[in-house]
């Protein structure tokens, strides 16, 4: 398996997820998006570790599963909060930056 | 040459006929005081203007006081200086050090001498006696307090001027009856074309007063002394283009002052201030302060012909100038500024004529200052009893209700007609001959110079006695041509009171006998000797005698002329239409539009040209700065979507641009 197929395949992943992230219009669906981008870069990571025999790669990976764990608790939770007092999820309803 | 040399050495100290104006001593006696000549009055001024309303009935007499106060310490100081050898009549005293600049210092200093005296007797006794006439003349005036504290601040400011001894205390004095002037001339500003007259005297004569700081500039450059014994000293030894600079300017401040042309437009309509002003400032005194310049400043124009060339030409053009306005004017004050003008013409060219001139120009300006102010106040009481009324052509026949106006007025006349044995005839007719004398012009030998200049003179001698005979001939004689009830409202011609008549009356006396008196074994010219050196007597191209006949015969037939015209035929009530010349004449020779195309359309044009330079160009690209970053602005602020998705992308975009710059150089 030639390293590319890993790198190309990581690529695909991330493309995946800042596309989700940027088109569509529901919270959940752009974490979920988020989600794919982080295991893309796990991928990577995984990869590297593997073709350089390098553990800290593999550890790497750890951390960004945790560090995702808490952002997806983070993020959901402030997703209630958003749902609980606008009664959408809709990001494109949420655009109190502007107005 | 060989008289320029001679020129040149008259006025140096090296002559050993008489000791030269660098033997000056400290003041003592009554010349220590002098400086009490001009404190007076400014404190009198002072006062006035600060005491208000509280001096209102009384404030006038206070100026009276102050300005008679300083003819008698003027007349102690003249006894004094009598009293001494000509060598040592010419005090100075530092009365304090005024600019203290390091290795430059101006000391305000006074110079006591025959030439300042002169302008200290002419000044206090005119002025005072004007001041008599003006109690009379502005009694019923609501602010005739103000008028007063204006006066004697012009008389202080005037004194300044002549006992200055140095160019810079002179400027003082200089601008100190410059606003003198201006606020008089504006005095009833509640009339616009009055205030606006004003504000032409002044502006008009800022160019004067710039000539006078560029030429003050030029000699602390070359000498770094602006004293009239520094300077004249420096002078000696620089060359003659610094000295042609600084006599150059001085010409233009004297033009502006004495109304000389071209900068002779101010004058005529100075006349719209009360007659009194018109007496004292604007033809007495304050307008013969460019002369006075002139002659103090007698040694850098001998080192600059070129300089005094100008002084004679300018004094040659306005004499002219100023006799064939005069003899269409139907104003009589305005009649009466253009004689000044002319009248000051004379005093120029003798200015301008050198060694040979300078006490006869300082001569006939004593006494045209006595004669010019009687006919001035003359003036004043015709109005005085024709309810204001100016127009000569609605006079005529005022001898039988006018008869002190009538006869002083007479003796005014005669004495500017220059006919034996009034003043005008004694001082005029040596500047006429001064002018049959010049052998130079501009530094080189000039034989036509004595034929120019003297004709020129004679002429307007003759000119003068037209128009002066023409006044006082619509004035005095003929039918009256009143105004009644249907135009202008009916008049009851009478004499004016004692408080302006008994002025008057001495002014007369002084008019006819103070030319005379004066030419007695050349008394004045002698007395002028230690200020200006002696006169360099020269052979005029005319026999003297030849010269006074036919002056005295053009003079007569000039007012014998207009008496057939304005005396005996009846004058039209109406100015006539008149060919080109004339309504040339009538209208100033279109100075005013000549300085609007000139002067006044070019500045203003600059000044709109500046504007637009300032509001379109520095304005503009101030405001374009705020209109780009304004628009910037805009066009960030669009990208501010406030969705998060955007923000998002641009967050992705911007990292794959990284991405493919850092690959892009990486590879």
Request: hydrophobic letters at 55%.
């Amino acid at each position: 398996m030639s390293l590319a197929f890993y790198i190309a395949l990581a690529g695909i992943l991330f493309s995946i997820g800042a596309v989700t992230v940027v088109v569509r219009k529901s919270v959940i669906i752009s974490l979920l998006g988020v989600e794919l981008m982080l295991n893309s870069a796990s991928l990577v990571f995984i990869t590297f570790s593997r073709v350089l025999g390098d553990y800290s790669g593999q550890v790497m990976a750890f951390f960004v599963m945790i560090v995702a764990a808490a952002e997806v608790v983070v993020g959901l939770s402030i997703v209630v909060a958003i749902f609980k007092s606008r009664a959408t999820t809709d990001l494109d309803q949420n655009v109190a930056l502007r107005k | 040459m060989n008289s320029m040399l001679a020129a040149v050495a008259a006025v140096l100290p090296a002559s050993d006929a008489w000791v030269g104006p660098v033997a000056t001593q400290e003041a003592t006696g009554p010349a220590a005081f002098a400086s009490l000549l001009f404190v007076v009055p400014l404190a009198v001024a002072a006062f006035l203007l600060l005491g208000g309303n509280r001096t209102n009935k009384w404030g006038h007499w206070v100026a009276v006081a102050a300005s008679w106060f300083s003819f008698a310490l003027g007349v102690a100081i003249l006894i004094q200086m009598m009293g001494l050898p000509a060598s040592d009549r010419r005090f100075t005293q530092t009365l304090f050090t005024w600019i203290p600049a390091g290795d430059f210092q101006v000391d305000f200093g006074l110079l006591v001498d025959p030439l300042s005296m002169t302008f200290v007797m002419l000044v206090t006794l005119v002025g005072s006696l004007i001041l008599v006439y003006s109690v009379g003349y502005m009694e019923h005036d609501p602010a005739r307090r103000r008028f007063f504290a204006y006066l004697v601040l012009f008389i202080a400011s005037m004194l300044v001027l002549v006992l200055a001894n140095n160019y810079t205390a002179m400027f003082l004095g200089w601008e100190g009856v410059g606003l003198s002037s201006y606020l008089l001339i504006g005095f009833w500003n509640q009339v616009p074309s009055n205030a606006s007259a004003a504000n032409k005297a002044f502006i008009m004569n800022r160019i004067g007063d710039v000539g006078f700081l560029i030429a003050m500039m030029a000699m602390v450059a070359a000498f770094n002394s602006t004293t009239f014994d520094e300077v004249n000293a420096g002078v000696a030894g620089a060359s003659q283009g610094t000295a042609t600079v600084i006599g150059i300017f001085l010409l233009v401040a004297a033009c502006a002052k004495s109304a000389q042309f071209p900068l002779q437009a101010w004058l005529g309509d100075a006349m719209a201030g009360p007659t009194p002003v018109s007496a004292l400032i604007h033809a007495a005194t304050m307008v013969t302060a460019g002369v006075y310049l002139i002659v103090r400043s007698g040694t850098i124009f001998i080192y600059a012909p070129i300089a005094m060339a100008c002084v004679a030409v300018v004094g040659l053009i306005t004499l002219i100038l100023g006799a064939l306005i005069g003899s269409f004017k139907d104003d009589i004050k305005k009649a009466l500024a253009a004689s000044t003008m002319s009248q000051l013409g004379y005093m120029m060219l003798g200015a301008g004529l050198g060694p040979i001139g300078w006490a006869f120009a300082i001569f006939h300006l004593l006494t045209h200052g006595f004669f010019k102010s009687l006919l001035f106040l003359g003036a004043g009481s015709v109005m005085h009893g024709m309810n204001d009324q100016v127009n000569m052509r609605r006079f005529g026949g005022l001898r039988k209700f006018m008869v002190v106006t009538w006869i002083t007025f007479m003796m005014g006349w005669l004495a500017i007609l220059g006919v034996p044995p009034f003043s005008g005839y004694w001082s005029k007719d040596h500047i006429i001959e001064a002018a049959f004398s010049t052998s130079t012009f501009a530094g080189a030998d000039a034989p036509w110079a004595a034929w120019v200049f003297g004709s020129v003179a004679v002429l307007g001698a003759a000119m003068t006695a037209f128009y002066m005979s023409r006044m006082f001939f619509m004035t005095f004689s003929g039918k009256a041509r009143w105004t009644s009830d249907v135009d202008g409202g009916a008049v009851h011609p009478h004499e004016s009171k004692p408080i302006m008549t008994v002025p008057m009356i001495i002014l007369a006396v002084f008019a006819v006998g103070l030319g005379g008196v004066l030419s007695i074994n050349d008394v004045f010219t002698t007395w002028l000797t230690p200020a200006i050196g002696p006169v360099d007597h020269a052979e005029p191209v005319l026999s003297a005698i030849w010269i006074q006949i036919i002056t005295l015969v053009l003079v007569l037939i000039a007012a014998a002329f207009a008496w057939v015209k304005f005396g005996k035929e009846a004058v039209p009530k109406a100015a006539p239409y008149g060919n080109a010349f004339s309504r040339a004449a009538r209208n100033d020779f279109y100075q005013d539009e000549i300085n609007e195309v000139i002067a006044v359309a070019p500045t203003t044009a600059a000044v709109e040209g500046v504007t637009a330079v300032d509001r379109y160009g520095i304005d503009g690209g101030i405001n374009g700065l705020g209109r780009l970053s304004v628009w910037t602005g805009k066009v960030i602020a669009w990208t501010e979507t406030g969705y998060l998705r955007s923000y998002a992308g641009y967050m992705l975009g911007g990292v794959v641009v990284i991405v493919a710059i850092v690959l892009g150089f990486r590879l």
